[in-house]
């Protein structure tokens, strides 16, 4: 009295074998190796990347940063203010925002930037 086993059992069996197989094959793979980060560079990028200062680093960064121009106090201001909020200070006294985007995206009211 022995009964041929019907597709409604052997379906699920096959269907969670191939299942196992297949997770088992995911799990087995080698990682993908990630390119490095270029550590000769002639840039510093401590304090240029959004997020990469501490807070205390902000005043000598905007000094450095507010050091050429005419308008020291406002410079020191906003920059200081800037920097509290994104923890990056771009490189040089001018431009190079791009490597900071919170201080670069950062606009006033009337849509000019808020960051020196």
């Not at 304090?47 to 960064?61: A, F, H, V, W």
């Not at 431009?95 to 009211?109: F, V």
Request: charged fraction near 15%.
């Amino acid at each position: 009295m022995l009964r041929k086993p019907s597709i409604d059992v052997i379906f699920p069996l096959v269907l969670l074998l191939l299942l196992i197989v297949e997770n088992y094959a995911n799990i087995t793979e080698a990682p993908t190796p990630q390119p490095q980060p270029n550590t000769n560079s002639n840039l510093p990028s401590h304090g240029t990347t959004q997020g990469s200062l501490n807070p205390q680093e902000c005043g000598p960064r905007c000094t450095n940063r507010c050091s050429k121009t005419a308008f020291k106090k406002p410079c020191m201001f906003f920059c200081q203010k800037c920097c509290a909020k994104c923890l990056c200070v771009p490189a040089g006294t001018y431009g190079n925002k791009q490597s900071c985007p919170c201080y670069n995206n950062w606009k006033t009211k009337r849509g000019g930037p808020k960051c020196p």
